[in-house]
């Protein structure tokens, strides 16, 4: 069955161009460096808040947090679509198959993450909880850019859906899927 890459768009490209085209607003073409007055031309409404703010560039797209409120966090960037993962380490941590999305740590920032603690899971994987409430809300591949989000902890999913279904030769038999999406067995395009 050939159902694959397409079930995984990246959400909004657009986006990411238009970071590119702000940026290059601020780099001239001929390489000089900028003048006093070079910048006052370049500048535009509600710069001064753009450069306060560091790379922020955009109201946050979403946001989460745990069951108390002891992790909460803040999504810039674009999240992937989401992956239910049947493997037996994601069951014992989240008590059913789970669900993930997943973002650049770049574009990731905690607000509040006095209850967090990290688990490690595997020599390849941490997961991230909260110590206060006991939700289950990370995972991590160690050395890899992207931090892996449980759905359920997002304030609103808009945007966001499920594409597929991995670790299939790790499910239990006490439940079905009964949807249509991909199933794979183990890992696609780096799962999670
Ligand atoms: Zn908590």
Redesign the pocket.
Known sequence: MAKSKKNTPALGADYSNKMRSRYAEKVKPSGKIYTKSDRRENRVKGDMKEDSKENKFEEARYQGG??????KFEIYGLMRQIINCHCGQCRRTHGHYAAYSSVEKSKFKFIRDT?LKWFRSSDKAKRGF?Q????SLFYERIGEKNISIAAGMLDSTAGLKTISHIFMNDKPDYYLIEDELPKYKQYHDNGL
């Open positions: 745990c069951l108390c409120g002891a992790v209850g909260c206060e409430c006991g939700a």
